[in-house]
């Protein structure tokens, strides 16, 4: 996620900024600047790349002030450059900005600015705020902000100066973090408390539709319509640690516990009408020409590829292959120009997963990826990139970054169903209304966490556990046995329920802990035989299924009962109790559990 800080008070503007940058560079970025009020107007840098690109601009031009704004780039729309860099000042330079969030309205902005004359220099939804700005304002710097706040759709934190009032910062928030530090005669403005905790403990939390305006007299806050609002200060206890970890004990719960909005933003700007709306230019007469679809990936991507396999095959009955990237690259795979290489990569780096895109390239496919990171290596290299938006995942273990890949996968097949006429436009709405309710049933899940944590005891020093399904309860068991093996080093396995009897079934001795998933109706009889077949050789079972999984609290020792959705949506909820059972157990077991041992968070060696 982007970061920002504001400014204003007596001290130099460009150190306090600096400092609250560099305390918000864990929240990842690729690009970063600052602007400044000086005599002669706003002064402003900003470079592509880590801080110290900018702090050598700094060295070298004069960004002396004692108000301003900063701000560090994850890009969302527009690769990492110079210029898609924050702040953003539109055409004049009467106005800078910074932004985190996503404008969803901004093509229409940018056409109607554009017709009104206005020259954009980046590729970023931000940019249009500024030129909103000049087009609002009559000599009235708050009325203006909140005139150009009524036009836009999405979410954003915005902090904003003008050449016209240099005194004054104006910060706005909807559906993204903004907070506000008050020390004596100065104010702070940051996306996060970190920022701001070397100069004070007091601390305002803006909530949406919160509009601040900060002069040298002190801050007041309105309604972005304008009614003045009393916001409580509350006095911040946490150490810096625990403060970038949003006061979670570490990354990957705090990741865990962002999912719903991670949900919210994939989500963002996707769905219209009950209907799926992709920035994609495959034809329907380009896909009439697939016959085929193979899914790259590794790990934890590899098994929202093969929820991909599972709908795809459903929705589009076009034949789908799902290879880990190691084995893909040098398997002399089936590939030609009517296969469709579905990549998938939290990173964008991996490097397996890059080679095997080259590979599937190389042959004539069409190349599709799925990423959370703009401009990186994959997706730099393919013809067609969705973006997840789950903000920079920081824990080795991935969690929202599978989460969001489902419902980018999701969203892919509805798009390319309805392209195909494959799905009619009632089963896309069903399936719309069920996605745009899942953030809801995932902070279901969150806010039992007792439950698992009491799982977690129960199987915290067992030395294998064995995880079973069908289907894509089978995927789910994957990616449950991965997440606990990775950051628990318990022995952890996967099993087909099916394949029990194959093999499998010989290592099940008294008290063998096995995780059972049951979501999919048609193969819940086969699921429970196969609890039977564990029970009688005396494994513990733990059932994780829909509330109504009747028949399946007898064959249980404990269930755990998902708020139910569609089935067809169940791997994006059936994920979030394995995600906390294995952080649970991490912790109980006092790992380092978001830089697990021998793990790197992007693996770019093959
Ligand atoms: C998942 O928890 C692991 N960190 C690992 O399996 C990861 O998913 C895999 O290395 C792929 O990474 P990518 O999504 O960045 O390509």
Redesign the pocket.
């Known amino acids: 996620m982007c970061g920002i800080v504001g400014y204003l008070g007596p001290r130099s503007a460009q150190e306090v900024l600096l400092q609250g940058l560099e305390k918000l560079e864990y929240r990842g970025y690729d690009s970063a600047g600052i602007s400044v009020a000086q005599a002669a107007g706003l002064k402003t840098g900003k470079k592509k790349g880590r801080l110290v690109h900018l702090k050598e601009l700094m060295a070298v031009e004069d960004f002396s002030g004692t108000a301003g704004i900063g701000h560090t780039r994850w890009a969302t729309h527009g690769k990492p450059s110079d210029d898609n860099s924050h702040p953003h000042c539109g055409n004049t330079s009467r106005f800078s900005v910074v932004h985190n969030g996503i404008i969803e309205n901004y093509q229409d902005l940018r056409k109607m600015l554009k017709e009104r004359g206005h020259a954009f220099s980046s590729e970023t939804d931000t940019e249009v705020i500024p030129h909103l700005l000049e087009e609002n304002y009559r000599g009235d710097f708050k009325q203006a902000m909140q005139d150009t706040v009524a036009q836009l759709d999405g979410a954003y934190a915005i902090c904003a100066m003008s050449a016209e009032d240099p005194d004054t910062l104006i910060a706005v928030r909807k559906d993204s973090p903004l907070v506000a530090g008050i020390g004596q005669d100065e104010c702070f403005v940051a996306s996060d408390i970190p920022a701001v905790l070397k100069y004070t403990r007091d601390v305002i939390v803006f909530e949406d539709g919160d509009l601040a305006v900060i002069t040298r007299d002190g801050m007041q806050v309105f309604t972005v319509e304008g009614e003045p609002l009393d916001k409580p200060v509350t006095k911040v206890d946490w150490d810096l640690e625990a403060a970038e970890k949003g006061g979670f004990p570490h990354f990957m719960i705090k990741e865990i516990f962002e999912q719903p909005e991670a949900v919210r933003k994939t989500l963002a700007g996707r769905i219209e009408n009950n209907s799926v709306k992709l920035d994609l230019s495959i034809t329907a007469e380009e896909l009439k020409n697939i016959n085929k679809v193979v899914v790259i990936?590794?790990?934890?991507?590899?098994y929202a590829g093969r929820v991909g396999r599972t709908l795809i095959e459903k929705i589009l009955r076009i034949p789908v292959s799902v290879d880990v990237a190691s084995e893909f690259r040098y398997m002399d795979p089936i590939v030609d120009e009517n296969t469709l290489a579905l990549i998938?990569?939290?990173?964008?780096?991996?490097a397996d997963?890059l080679a095997g895109l080259k590979e599937a390239r190389s042959r004539g496919a069409k190349v599709v990826s799925i990423?959370?990171v703009v401009g990186s290596s994959?997706a730099r290299e393919s013809d067609e990139v969705i973006y997840t938006q789950a903000g920079p995942e920081i824990a080795?273990?991935?969690?929202k970054?599978?989460v969001t890949?489902l419902i980018a996968i999701y969203l892919l097949t509805l798009h390319l169903g309805r392209i195909k006429g494959s799905i009619s436009d009632e089963k896309i709405g069903e399936m719309v209304q069920g996605l745009k309710e899942l953030p809801d049933r995932i902070q279901d899940i969150l806010a039992r966490k007792d439950e698992l944590i009491a799982m977690a005891e129960d199987i915290k020093d067992n030395e294998h556990v064995f995880f079973i399904g069908r289907g894509v309860d089978f995927t789910a068991s994957l990616e449950g046995a991965?997440?606990l093996k990775?950051i628990s080093y318990i022995h952890a396995e996967a099993y087909a329920a099916g394949e029990l009897k194959h093999g499998t079934l010989a290592l099940i001795e008294e008290g063998t802990p096995v995780i059972a998933i049951s979501t999919q109706s048609h193969l819940r009889e086969k699921t429970i035989s196969n609890i039977k077949e564990v029970k009688a050789r005396g494994a513990k079972v733990f059932s994780l299924c829909f509330h109504d999984c009747e028949g399946m609290e007898l064959e249980s020792d404990s269930l755990f009962g998902l708020p139910s959705t569609q089935e067809v949506l169940a791997p994006v909820v059936t994920v979030i109790p394995l995600q906390m059972l294995a952080y649970y157990v991490s912790v109980a077991r006092g790992n380092d559990v978001d830089k697990p041992r021998n793990?790197?968070?992007?693996?770019t060696v093959e």
């Not at 990936?297 to 590899?302: I, K, L, N």
């Not at 998938?344 to 991996?350: A, D, H, L, M």
């Not at 080795?396 to 969690?399: C, D, G, K, L």
């Open positions: 990936a590794c790990g934890t991507a590899s998938v990569s939290q990173s964008g780096e991996t997963t990423t959370n994959i080795v273990a991935s969690t970054a599978y890949q991965l997440k990775e793990l790197a968070k992007s693996v």
